[in-house]
């Protein structure tokens, strides 16, 4: 015979199980304390669509945003998701393939690693905003066309970006140094060789034309 650890009942009443009386009086113990919470909780409090989000100014490409951001919120999915500005590409989403790569105050980050509420006050460019007014390419795209440096393309908008970056950081002077500092831009389709000679031969041509800019 089965005897299982049952609380024995008076004779004619139903038995009741170890098991089911400790979830029952659980159960209601959450229910009676819910139930204080309900009561003290002012009536119909009105939603706020932005509870919890974080004002934030920030100038994208030129032009001036006011956003009301969740704190949690990458650059990379405020960019691409509300902004429509779908240049910087999701790649790993952990800071690994640079596919993401754009400029906070001329410096080269991983949007995908970058809270959007830390840009508050900063000049973010992405791949969108570096061709001129008149719609010229900048001379590392062209040089990226030129040299035939990608294939699928889907990593190109974050190797344009780091590309820019080393050349002004002045870490595009020799080979070496270029693969070294382009180390973090992974190409699947393996465009290295195209990419390093459109590197090789937009950095003087950029360093020309920003010296002249600030001449
Ligand atoms: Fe940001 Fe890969 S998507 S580094
Ligand atoms: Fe395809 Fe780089 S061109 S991943």
């Not at 005897?3 to 199980?17: E, F, I, N």
């Not at 699947?188 to 090789?200: K, N, S, W």
């Not at 950095?203 to 001449?215: I, L, V, Y």
């Given at each position: ?45 009105p939603a ?50 640079g596919a ?101 031969e937009a ?13």
């Open positions: 015979m089965n005897d299982t650890p049952t609380l024995r009942a008076a004779a004619g009443k139903p038995a009741v199980s170890r098991r089911t009386f400790m979830m029952t009086t659980a159960a209601g113990a959450g229910v009676a304390a819910t139930c204080g919470a309900v009561a003290a909780t002012p009536a119909e409090a706020n669509p932005h509870a919890g989000s974080q004002a934030t100014r920030v100038t994208i490409n030129g032009k001036p945003y006011e956003l009301a951001l969740e704190p949690r919120a990458s650059l990379l999915d405020v960019l691409r998701e509300q902004l429509g500005l779908t240049g910087a590409k999701k790649g790993c989403d952990h800071g690994q393939c993401c790569t754009v400029h906070v105050d001329g410096r080269r980050v991983a949007s995908c690693l970058t809270l959007a509420v830390k840009t508050d006050g900063c000049a973010v460019t992405t791949i969108e905003g570096i061709e001129s007014l008149d719609g010229t390419l900048h001379p590392m795209q062209q040089a990226f066309i030129d040299h035939d440096a990608l294939q699928c393309g889907y990593c190109t908008p974050g190797q344009v970006m780091a590309a820019i970056a080393c050349v002004r950081e002045g870490h595009a002077t020799s080979d070496a140094q270029i693969r070294e500092y382009m180390s973090g831009n992974i190409c699947r389709c393996g465009a290295y060789a195209g990419i390093l000679e459109a590197i090789r950095a003087p041509q950029m360093q020309r034309s920003e010296a002249a800019r600030h001449a």
